[in-house]
């Protein structure tokens, strides 16, 4: 079927491969123009404006929305909107807010559009093993684009989980969890590293780990692939950046009400990862000198 | 080739069928002897005391010993031990604590016998998977007993992984880690049960992100088995055991230096699940009764 | 000089006394009658309305807030702005979202008058030792109702802390390490009652600490009440209530990349503890028993 | 009464000095002979050995040890021991682990010796305040240390709480409290560096608290002396030691079942102060940079 990918950066470059793959027929757009022209050797129809993508497609349309989160997407929502027409459907896969999905949802339904928020896991692997999508909206629009998220996904690997925000809730609370899952593995192989056995083979426990143990996961077997890159990380520093999602799973905790210590803990730690010198921890050095006339480092 | 399995638990039995499904001569041992009965009906040795296990096996001899960690296992090595002869070789498989192995293998090597750890992991599954099995030791026992790891564990499934404690050390580790995944699943699939989405089909989910995420891992396939028994969890208690493991996991990391928040925390969390009512809260209830005069609940 | 309270709950009906006691002219409102009635037994002037509250006072007038936070409080504001002429002063006392404030003094500078947020520890005790009391907005109107603040707060106990809404926000945090100093306290104490030595006397250390150590503290010096009233806290249940600036500081933590992994699990800890059974826990009992057919509790 | 104090650093010295201040007769010992003279310039008997400290009292005698934990401690322990006759006593003032104590009291017994070990509470500022002390051993012994144990700490200031180990105990839990504390402090004072309002008084605020808010205490005291000599803590790193008690309060949580969240993550937090690059946080940047293809900080 016939779908307009607007935005083609890592994750909206191979969806839109994807979807030529599989015969559909995709227009494509992007600020910089070089990728648009990237995409149309590979078989895509170039726009040079979102409204241009639109235009291309024959109505009932389908425009997926490929773009980070906050005002880039909100922008770019309203020129869809302006562009459409009812009964048109707009997708938002980018990793808006849930709450955002909601309030941006509004104008296209009071104009008789459908929304739909996608929540799309997978990273650069996407393209070869197909994106993990989680969909928030109404049956009829989810009906419609069932043939696009059949190319997009693996099998079994795309579900109509909830109303529109849903989508976006449910991968939210996946890049919760994954924050944690890294933690957990980091913690562990710290240990192993620095504990009592020396030498040990890291990148060999990762990939041993993946037969049949408990913790097999997909973590792991991403983590041999680092080991062969790097056998002791040597040319990696331990800065970890954090997307909204991680931000968002605790601040919903928070506001339900759920317990989520190692969900906190983990962004947290990445908060940490990224400062020179942790503020907290410099009011701990000031109190340990004023009690026990303990040293400081100076700064 | 020739192994005795010493105990026939629920990890014992099942890996004396894995022996015996490849062709090994498996002579069991089992405190109580209707188990010992049951596998001499599926083609097992059966012997009445560990002395005649070890002594129903041609040297050099091969035994595993499959008990729980700590005295039980302390006292079997002993009299294994005894009726060892030098060069013959003990693979303690239980769940010992790493240190305990350095200490327990001292007697076997001056005796001139050889002492291997093996961590195992795989859980029920083990039987029809294989065990996920991680070996400390010496080379020359460890080329001695491969046959034997080769049938327990799957293609890739085991691997020598340090001198002797080294097994149990990453096997470990290895329960910390899946402390702490397990954690960070339950952390959010709490949240999407609690949060503002209403009837979330979690078995669903859970299946879902099997498929391309990033968080894809076994836990979440054993979840959706979870969720297609009890849709609600509705009849289980929040009552959660933890083993030996994941403190040695938390106790190893204090004594190197290790920050380990995320284990540490899924520990004690355990902790609490098991508590009637948890006495730190108990402090807390009546601190705020005294300066804010907010009235407690009785006990 | 004269003041209007508006809300005799516990803080209002204690901070209403004190400025009596230093001859300030009290006019009262709640919104039960009977607490206005006790307190012109006490000497404080009744009004049956809010804007008969603030009739009662010449200009430029002050009015002091004390309500619960949220609609309440907003309503209330609301009246009062009605009832209020340029010039004259609102002080909003409750507990607040420091948010909030900003929000809610708009309208107050558009008709030409004051806001001041005020943040006020000190429970039950603070009719006695005094009010600490964390103050934000403009100076001149800090200054017109210092006299209120004297008499309000023990000596050198309030001050002015930065503009409209700052008063909250440092009140906030001061709950935020008030919550995880109390887990710090707990967690210790739960620890000599469950650790090593049986018998321990809780309340004689908790008093002992109080004399010169490191950790003195009032809460220790409340702990050493709390003991004298039950030894073993036998009649207290560990169910612990949050209010909403605990939730804050942590949304704030995550929203300003301020790492606070106590703050954080501090108020996960008393979520926990209202719960008859934590969802996360019956997800990782359901886990282990398909692993490991680990027997599950019966909900 | 007489005493000999074995160790004069920064702790040992200054009860030295309290001891003198209060008329006792003071013997001295420390490894350095330097200290040893300072103190017969302030009325305290010198002597080059511990044997011959413990032969310039009178018997029954009363030996006081301060020194560092560990190995000092126990060979200091043995030559005091040989230098004992029955029915002296000795008290272990060092941060020994309570288990130790237990160790180290048996040779004592056995030669009819008294053994008390005491945890000492108080930093630099135990000179003018006096040190918190808490006391563990028999009835008989800690009667006859009375005068020692009064002059050393302040009014109510010291506790006989239990057998020997128990002072140590309750010291420890007393440290892994204070680490808590602190880092609870310093968590609030990070969100109010780094949050919305810029420029708060940060000493100011730290002094603020002190006059009747819920969470004064003497560290908040302390930090208004830090920020004083630095007010933005700008030459101070926030590089924070640990030492053995926070970790053995760990250690005693997981060994005892206590959930102590809280005390774990600030033990933690000071082990990754100190770390030039936490290990655990290249393994997450790692595994970004596999799936997301995340570039990487180089190392």
């Not at 497609?57 to 302006?82: C, F, Q, Y």
């Not at 043939?147 to 925000?165: M, N, T, Y």
């Amino acid at each position: 079927m016939q779908v307009a990918m607007i935005g083609l950066g890592r994750m909206g470059m191979n969806m839109a491969r994807r979807l030529l793959k599989d015969g559909h027929e995709v227009v494509v757009w992007n600020r910089s123009p070089d990728k648009v022209a990237a995409m149309v050797s590979e078989g895509a129809i170039g726009a040079q404006s979102i409204e241009e993508a639109v235009h291309k497609l024959t109505g009932p349309r389908v425009i997926w929305s490929m773009l980070p989160a906050g005002n880039v997407t909100k922008h770019a929502l309203k020129e869809i909107l302006d562009a459409l027409e009812p009964d048109d459907l707009v997708i938002e896969g980018g990793n808006s807010y849930w709450k955002d999905d909601q309030e941006n949802a509004k104008p296209f339904v009071e104009k008789g559009c459908g929304y739909i928020d996608a929540g799309v896991s997978g990273g650069v692997w996407g393209l070869k093993i197909g994106y993990c999508t989680m969909v928030g909206g109404k049956d009829r629009y989810v009906r419609r684009a069932k043939p696009i998220f059949d190319s997009l996904a693996p099998p079994r690997g795309w579900k109509h989980v909830g109303p529109v925000g849903a989508g976006h809730f449910v991968k939210m609370v996946h890049n919760g969890i994954e924050y944690a899952m890294m933690e957990a593995i980091g913690e562990g192989f710290d240990l192993m590293r620095n504990g009592p056995f020396e030498h040990l083979d890291l990148g060999g426990i990762a990939d041993l780990w993946g037969q049949g143990s408990v913790v097999r996961c997909w973590l792991l077997e991403l983590l041999v692939l680092a080991y062969e890159r790097d056998p002791d990380l040597s040319s990696i520093r331990g800065y970890v950046d954090d997307s909204g999602e991680g931000r968002w799973t605790v601040l919903n905790s928070v506001e339900y009400g759920v317990s989520a210590p190692v969900l906190a803990q983990s962004l947290f730690k990445r908060f940490e990862s990224r400062q020179e010198d942790v503020y907290s921890n410099k009011v701990l050095a000031a109190l340990r000198n004023e009690f026990g006339g303990h040293a400081v480092k100076k700064g």
